[in-house]
């Protein structure tokens, strides 16, 4: 099989055609392909001669969505070493920090042996080490303004190697990253990525697609940074921002011919309904690719008048990478839009018997499990996590799904959000998605709860449109019209927009635990004019 090559050695080749072509655009600043390849190939030599190579790990903390976290990423893999983002993850609406000492954990549990830093980040590097010193002993690097700011190793700055130095010659890691994910605990645990997995999707994509301009809201660190490493190696570029705000995203589409980007589903909907999507310049658009949970249909159907023929659903999880995929010809076939799409052709996609671990044949319901290159090697520093996620090659991924006679697959929730109401399995997700579909509702979030009496029950959380918000008994009206009686969720909470977490996806645990205690202090009021929680 012929070797694929290296993506950054790709990168580099772009970069050389044009010095002036614009490759990133950030905040006020437009950074030319030269400027990228100078502070990639400094850094590289900066870690180079803080030893690090082949094996080897880097942590970085720069702020978020910063130029370095590109350059910083491409410079490690170049060196055959790994990469860790102990920054703060930015998914579209929020920042979200880490502890110095979450933070100090990531570099101490991954191995770290240097970590690179800009100038907000100087004095947090600095009691990063301090706290490490005991155990290791951390080399620090700092990045000045981005891109063109010094790469200096104890205050020397560090001049770009020669175009023969050894420095530039790719090395390829087993590991390409550890990334960090929130988890249900609220404790990152860190996924251990191949390096053949991002390596061959950046380069197939790359090599089939004329080239991208890129429009990145999520975090340029994660699943964002692996369609912006596309753009790049395609010989386009990459729009790096830090925040989503819908009319700005889409005058970034209109501005900037925008070809591909990212969002979650909350944001999806916000897009589909905002005043200036029908008016915008969209032509540009090639693919708006939406990730995060499971869709209404009637909230997908309202996207496909916006944004006909772009749009992508993808499914898939940190330790797998993507699973599945709903194509823009998918979204113009109605049956269709309530699945995630057919699995990847190139891995293998099961659905087991929770209990017994027995395959289950098509159209029964049961465990999502994974099996392919992209799959994680394992959980860093967490061996018991490992066994229990990754076992005998597969990863299970605790997600209930049904593949369809058609292949088609279609998710019902987490396995261990199923909630029996009188004597009745319940899946919220299903629930969610019939309250989603009422035309009075933005969006819906749906959880289990045992009540005073020990029996299960359903509560919901609501945004409601401006224009004509539903009563409450409308609501339950519906829901026992779509599905029955036992499926309407004993409390209603009516919120103006729910909080994203450090996923991109609604911050359930946030919604469920305020909609529970609205005394406890709401980020985001109740709907005016009416009661914060009512029970049927």
């Known amino acids: 099989m012929k070797d694929p090559g290296h993506y950054v050695a790709r990168i580099l080749e772009q970069l050389a055609f044009d010095d002036d072509r614009p490759v990133i655009r950030w905040q006020d600043a437009v950074i030319p392909a030269a400027e990228l390849r100078s502070a990639l190939t400094r850094v590289a030599a900066a870690l180079d001669g803080l030893g690090v190579g082949d094996g080897g790990t880097v942590a970085v903390l720069t702020g978020v969505n910063s130029p370095w976290m590109l350059a910083t990423r491409y410079a490690v893999h170049l060196l055959g070493a790994t990469v860790v983002y102990v920054s703060g993850s930015n998914h579209g609406t929020t920042t979200h920090g880490l502890t110095r000492e979450t933070r100090a954990r990531m570099v101490r549990e991954t191995g770290a042996s240097v970590l690179l830093f800009d100038e907000e980040n100087a004095a947090e590097a600095e009691g990063i080490r301090a706290m490490l010193a005991s ?10 303004t981005p891109l063109s700011g010094a790469v200096s190793v104890g205050g020397r700055p560090i001049a770009a190697p020669a175009a023969d130095d050894a420095v530039l010659t790719p090395r390829t890691p087993a590991r390409a990253m ?6 249900s605990t609220g404790r990152p645990k860190g996924v251990v990525k191949p390096f053949v997995a991002w390596n061959d999707v950046v380069l197939g994509e790359a090599s089939r697609a004329p080239a ?3 429009l990145a809201v999520s975090a340029v660190s994660h699943t964002g940074g692996l369609l912006t490493d596309m753009a790049i190696a395609s010989g386009g570029s990459a729009l790096l921002r830090t925040v989503f705000e819908p009319a700005a995203f889409l005058r970034d589409i209109a501005d900037h011919r925008v ?12 897009l589909a309904s905002h005043p200036d999507a029908p008016t915008t310049d969209l032509s540009s658009l090639r693919r708006l690719l939406y990730i995060g949970c499971a869709a209404s249909p009637e909230r997908v159907r309202e996207a496909v008048k916006v944004f006909p023929g772009v749009l992508h659903h993808s499914y898939g999880t940190t330790e797998t990478g993507q699973i599945a995929m709903l194509t823009a010809a998918d979204h113009d076939v109605a049956e269709l839009l309530d699945t995630v799409g057919r699995p990847r052709t190139d891995l293998t996609v099961a659905i087991r018997d929770p209990e017994s671990g027995r395959g289950l044949p098509a159209g029964h319901l049961g465990e999502v499990v994974v099996r392919g290159a992209n799959n994680m090697l394992g959980y860093v520093a967490d061996p018991a996590l490992t066994d229990r996620v990754l076992r005998d090659g597969w990863v299970h991924t605790g997600d209930l799904g049904r593949i369809g006679d058609n292949g088609y697959l279609r998710l019902f929730g987490r396995m261990d959000d199923v909630v029996k109401v009188h004597d009745t399995r319940v899946h919220p997700i299903e629930v969610e998605k019939v309250l989603a579909g009422h035309p009075g509702v933005a969006d819906a979030c749906v959880w289990g709860h045992r009540g005073p009496d020990l029996l299960g029950e359903l509560h919901a959380a609501v945004v409601l449109r401006d224009d004509d918000p539903p009563a409450d008994d409308v609501l339950r009206d519906h829901v026992a019209r779509a599905m029955t009686p036992t499926h309407v969720p004993a409390t209603l909470t009516r919120w103006r927009a729910f909080p994203i977490n450090a996923n991109g996806k609604v911050d359930r645990v946030l919604v469920r635990e305020q909609s529970s205690h609205p005394e406890a202090g709401r980020d985001e009021p109740a709907w005016p004019h009416s009661s914060e929680t009512t029970r049927a």
């Open 212 to 214: 991208k301009t890129f």
């Open 259 to 270: 070809t591909d980007t990212l969002i979650g589903v909350p944001l999806l909907y916000e």
């Open 135 to 144: 155990q290791t002993a951390l080399g620090l690097c700092a990045l000045g």
């Open 178 to 183: 550890v990334i960090y994910t929130s988890g």
